[in-house]
């Protein structure tokens, strides 16, 4: 019996032991916990997690889950993987002015773990951001302005626009623009018909479905204009004193009877007789030039939008004129043998623009800051970009470096201008035709970049004395040097560049008169060449 009582014992014991053994954790359970949500947005927000005790063989699964408490189905991000565990998502798409609610959730293939539940409330929607009115161009009786929608205040935009107020008068006007799509942005506004001769203060707004939100106003002076109420109504507008002004602005429509009338008034009649009219500063800022009438000058009419060939030729009185802020065409010989004039400014909308020869007074050429077709850089016109030269006024002289933008010159850039040294980075690739035609140049370094030296570039440059042509020179084009009387010409070109018969043809026996200057190791090329070989006087 006693030995019964051991084996039982013993029994109980083993079972004792091998149950402990059986029940002991193998992977203790993990834990989650979020922290508060950062970066909180209109529609964002990020959210992050805390894994503590991962379970040794660690979450296989790991998300976000998030709700609006209003309702609303529960949104999940994708399987997250912990960095020092840890893990953090960006919650996106959330609607403005709502209380969210989010948890962690995870498990290892053994349990389904959940964090604590949090809330974060998104920013609500507010009225837009709006920047101050910057002025970019003024006439008479309109104002080119431009602001920004900076923020949209989380709604559309249903509405933007100036709010103009006579200071003296405290009538009030809004002006709208166009929304083609409900966004933040820059907005440019053309405000014409203002009031004359008034204190305005400008005041750009915007709405959105919350409210309105107004920018820094700023303050502009309007003048007194002559408005054409109809094409072909200046005649009688201005009566039997026409010829007695030197300064005036304009408005409203003028079509090629009020051009003629015009040009009476700035001292020539239609068929070239001095009027004794006083006009030396127009102000056509405000003017649409239209269609119809009669010629201004013989075989001319107007165009709508266009300052056309000879508007103003040959008005020697007339100093200063601003263009119509419509003009989106300014012909070539516009303004032709205007000797007076002294300042153009380019208008806004302006997108083609010719020279004009004999305007020895002109030293500026400006730019509307609205224009995005051209720039001015210390009065000389240019594209956009400041690559390419367009016009160089005659007004100025000296000495003359093109920026490091520039790599083309455009068609008689430089024609009849009175700068006597010239220079030309190596930027410089293209030249166009008769781009120092009639200059003033006395001596010229053209690029190392330049491949051609195209037609009849420095014909009847009378003053131009030496040049030095570029390495990269492969052609030249015929009446290259017509006229020019050039002692030398340095060429660093290795090989000769192509030329015509008619490349040295001049005025000037070129041939006999000038010495060509070549590199050493090519001066036997240059001799033996059927075209360079030419002049009788060839040295290295």
Same mark, same amino acid.
């Given at each position: 019996?006693?030995?019964?009582? /051991?084996?039982?014992?013993?029994?109980?014991?083993?079972?004792?032991?091998?149950?402990?053994?059986?029940?002991?954790?193998?992977?203790?359970?993990?834990?989650?916990?979020?922290?508060?949500?950062?970066?909180?947005?209109?529609?964002?927000?990020?959210?992050?997690?805390?894994?503590?005790?991962?379970?040794?063989?660690?979450?296989?699964?790991?998300?976000?889950?998030?709700?609006?408490?209003?309702?609303?189905?529960?949104?999940?991000?994708?399987?997250?993987?912990?960095?020092?565990?840890?893990?953090?998502?960006?919650?996106?798409?959330?609607?403005?002015?709502?209380?969210?609610?989010?948890?962690?959730?995870?498990?290892?293939?053994?349990?389904?773990?959940?964090?604590?539940?949090?809330?974060?409330?998104?920013?609500?929607?507010?009225?837009?951001?709006?920047?101050?009115?910057?002025?970019?161009?003024?006439?008479?009786?309109?104002?080119?302005?431009?602001?920004?929608?900076?923020?949209?205040?989380?709604?559309?935009?249903?509405?933007?626009?100036?709010?103009?107020?006579?200071?003296?008068? %405290?009538?009030?006007?809004?002006?709208?623009?166009?929304?083609?799509?409900?966004?933040?942005?820059?907005?440019?506004?053309?405000?014409?018909?203002?009031?004359?001769?008034?204190?305005?203060?400008?005041?750009?707004?915007?709405?959105?479905?919350?409210?309105?939100?107004?920018?820094?106003?700023?303050?502009?002076?309007?003048?007194?204009?002559?408005?054409?109420?109809?094409?072909?109504?200046?005649?009688?507008?201005?009566?039997?004193?026409?010829?007695?002004?030197?300064?005036?602005?304009?408005?409203?429509?003028?079509?090629?009877?009020?051009?003629?009338?015009?040009?009476?008034?700035?001292?020539?009649?239609?068929?070239?007789?001095?009027?004794?009219?006083?006009?030396?500063?127009?102000?056509?800022?405000?003017?649409?030039?239209?269609?119809?009438?009669?010629?201004?000058?013989?075989?001319?009419?107007?165009?709508?939008?266009?300052?056309?060939?000879?508007?103003?030729?040959?008005?020697?009185?007339?100093?200063?004129?601003?263009?119509?802020?419509?003009?989106?065409?300014?012909?070539?010989?516009?303004?032709?043998?205007?000797?007076?004039?002294?300042?153009?400014?380019?208008?806004?909308?302006?997108?083609?623009?010719?020279?004009?020869?004999?305007?020895?007074?002109?030293?500026? /050429?400006?730019?509307?800051?609205?224009?995005?077709?051209?720039?001015?850089?210390?009065?000389?016109?240019?594209?956009?970009?400041?690559?390419?030269?367009?016009?160089?006024?005659?007004?100025?002289?000296?000495?003359?470096?093109?920026?490091?933008?520039?790599?083309?010159?455009? %068609?008689?850039?430089?024609?009849?201008?009175?700068?006597?040294?010239?220079?030309?980075?190596?930027?410089?690739?293209?030249?166009?035709?008769?781009?120092?035609?009639?200059?003033?140049?006395?001596?010229?370094?053209?690029?190392?970049?330049?491949?051609?030296?195209?037609?009849?570039?420095?014909?009847?440059?009378?003053?131009?004395?030496?040049?030095? /042509?570029?390495?990269?020179?492969?052609?030249?084009? %015929?009446?290259?040097?017509?006229?020019?009387?050039?002692?030398?010409?340095?060429?660093?070109?290795?090989?000769?560049?192509?030329?015509?018969?008619?490349?040295?043809?001049?005025?000037?026996?070129?041939?006999?008169?000038?010495?060509?200057?070549?590199? %050493?190791?090519?001066?036997?090329?240059?001799?033996?060449?059927?075209?360079?070989?030419?002049?009788?006087?060839?040295?290295?």
């Amino acid at each position: 019996m006693r030995h019964y009582v /051991i084996l039982y014992i013993i029994a109980i014991v083993a079972m004792a032991s091998g149950c402990s053994a059986y029940d002991a954790p193998f992977n203790p359970r993990p834990t989650l916990s979020v922290e508060e949500a950062l970066d909180i947005t209109r529609n964002e927000a990020t959210v992050a997690g805390v894994i503590a005790d991962n379970g040794g063989k660690g979450l296989t699964s790991l998300r976000f889950e998030w709700w609006a408490n209003n309702g609303g189905i529960t949104s999940s991000s994708p399987s997250l993987t912990p960095d020092n565990g840890r893990v953090e998502y960006r919650l996106q798409d959330l609607k403005p002015g709502v209380t969210y609610s989010y948890r962690l959730r995870g498990d290892n293939r053994r349990v389904e773990i959940t964090s604590d539940n949090m809330q974060f409330t998104t920013l609500p929607n507010v009225i837009p951001t709006v920047s101050q009115l910057t002025m970019l161009a003024k006439g008479p009786t309109s104002v080119i302005a431009s602001f920004v929608i900076e923020d949209n205040g989380g709604e559309d935009i249903i509405e933007a626009g100036c709010h103009i107020r006579n200071i003296d008068s %405290e009538k009030t006007v809004d002006v709208t623009t166009n929304l083609n799509e409900a966004t933040t942005g820059h907005i440019i506004m053309t405000m014409t018909g203002l009031d004359k001769m008034a204190n305005l203060e400008l005041t750009p707004y915007a709405v959105n479905t919350i409210g309105e939100a107004t920018g820094n106003s700023i303050v502009v002076t309007t003048d007194n204009s002559i408005s054409t109420t109809s094409p072909g109504s200046l005649s009688l507008l201005m009566g039997e004193d026409r010829y007695g002004y030197t300064s005036l602005s304009f408005s409203g429509q003028m079509n090629g009877d009020d051009i003629r009338t015009l040009r009476g008034m700035a001292g020539l009649d239609f068929y070239g007789n001095d009027t004794g009219g006083h006009l030396t500063a127009i102000d056509l800022t405000d003017v649409n030039i239209v269609e119809g009438g009669g010629n201004y000058i013989e075989s001319r009419t107007t165009e709508n939008d266009v300052i056309g060939y000879g508007m103003f030729k040959d008005l020697t009185r007339l100093q200063s004129v601003m263009l119509p802020l419509s003009a989106k065409r300014i012909d070539e010989q516009a303004f032709k043998n205007c000797s007076s004039l002294a300042t153009i400014t380019i208008p806004a909308n302006a997108s083609s623009i010719g020279q004009s020869d004999g305007c020895t007074s002109l030293s500026s /050429i400006q730019v509307s800051a609205a224009n995005m077709y051209f720039k001015s850089i210390d009065g000389v016109l240019f594209n956009a970009d400041a690559t390419k030269i367009m016009w160089f006024p005659l007004g100025k002289d000296g000495d003359y470096t093109l920026p490091a933008s520039v790599k083309s010159i455009g %068609e008689y850039a430089f024609r009849n201008c009175r700068i006597t040294s010239f220079t030309m980075s190596d930027n410089i690739t293209e030249i166009s035709m008769g781009a120092f035609y009639g200059s003033s140049v006395e001596s010229v370094t053209l690029s190392n970049s330049l491949a051609t030296i195209p037609q009849a570039t420095f014909q009847q440059c009378l003053n131009l004395k030496c040049i030095h /042509i570029g390495s990269a020179t492969s052609l030249i084009g %015929e009446y290259a040097f017509d006229g020019c009387p050039l002692s030398d010409i340095y060429i660093s070109a290795e090989i000769p560049p192509v030329c015509y018969n008619a490349t040295f043809n001049s005025s000037y026996p070129l041939l006999t008169s000038c010495t060509l200057h070549v590199p %050493e190791s090519s001066l036997a090329r240059y001799k033996a060449h059927d075209k360079w070989g030419k002049f009788e006087n060839i040295t290295k």
